[in-house]
């Protein structure tokens, strides 16, 4: 079976950082993706790691440990607009994606 | 523009009928996949296609089918045999899957369906 691993909410203020984590168990790992999500919207694509390591697109941030089958992204600079849902996603067979449960972030001024 | 596109955008059907979704991608990539989205939840897979007259069945294919006859088409049916289809359907691509893939996912707008 596939499983992972995400807080379900997260709320943090206007300017501040905030970490997402993501846990997964899988049956083959390709890829580690992260989307966001606005209500009512489709997703849209934020970063991908394949390899260990820190991606940095401007104020987000997403990092990977394949030994801990670990991922996080990182939101620097908190702004209103960021106020989404968030979803790791694993490709456990090169092209194949499974989506965590999401986090939802609520911004705060 | 290129893109996905997904149509209708709201659908109701009353139990028993079946009804097509359709998704349309000018993008030339090769695989395409079906998502659904229950109020809260994430995504679910329920087909993907990574080449033309081949597919496979996701997590939740039961109650759905699917066909890939044209590469930019990839049409979604939800069956009478699925119990609760009331959700967000979301189609998307990806350009290259295998080893190239990049895991970026590109969406369509979705169909919300609605059982009455």
């Known amino acids: 079976g596939q499983s992972l691993e995400q807080p379900s909410e997260v709320t943090a203020v206007e300017g501040a950082i905030v970490q997402i984590n993501c846990t997964y168990q899988?049956?083959?790992?390709?890829?580690l993706s992260w989307y966001q999500q606005h209500d009512g919207g489709a997703p849209t694509f934020l970063s991908y790691?394949?390899?260990?390591g820190l991606e940095e697109t401007g104020r987000f941030s997403s990092f990977l440990s394949r030994s801990d089958s670990y991922g996080y992204l990182l939101l620097q600079e908190l702004q209103m607009k960021d106020s989404a849902s968030y979803f790791c996603?694993?490709?456990?067979?090169?092209?194949?994606?499974?989506f965590g449960q999401g986090t939802e972030l609520s911004v705060k001024p | 523009d290129g893109g996905i596109t997904q149509s209708p955008k709201y659908l109701f059907r009353k139990e028993g009928q079946n009804v097509t979704l359709s998704c349309e991608q000018n993008?030339?990539?090769?695989?395409m996949y079906w998502y659904r989205q229950d109020p809260g939840q994430g995504l679910r897979l329920i087909y993907y296609?990574?080449?033309?007259?081949?597919?496979q069945k996701g997590d939740i294919a039961e109650g759905y089918s699917v066909s890939r006859e044209k590469k930019e088409s990839f049409p979604l049916t939800v069956t009478s045999a699925q119990k609760n289809p009331t959700a967000f359907y979301l189609c998307?691509?990806?350009?290259?899957?295998?080893?190239?893939?990049?895991?970026?996912?590109?969406f369509g707008e979705g169909s919300r369906l609605t059982v009455l």
């Open positions: 993008l030339n990539h090769d695989a």
């Open positions: 790691n394949a390899l260990d």
């Open positions: 899988t049956s083959g790992f390709y890829g």
């Open positions: 296609s990574q080449i033309v007259n081949d597919f």
């Open positions: 998307a691509s990806l350009p290259q899957a295998g080893g190239a893939s990049t895991g970026e996912l590109f």
């Open positions: 996603a694993v490709d456990v067979q090169g092209g194949k994606l499974i």
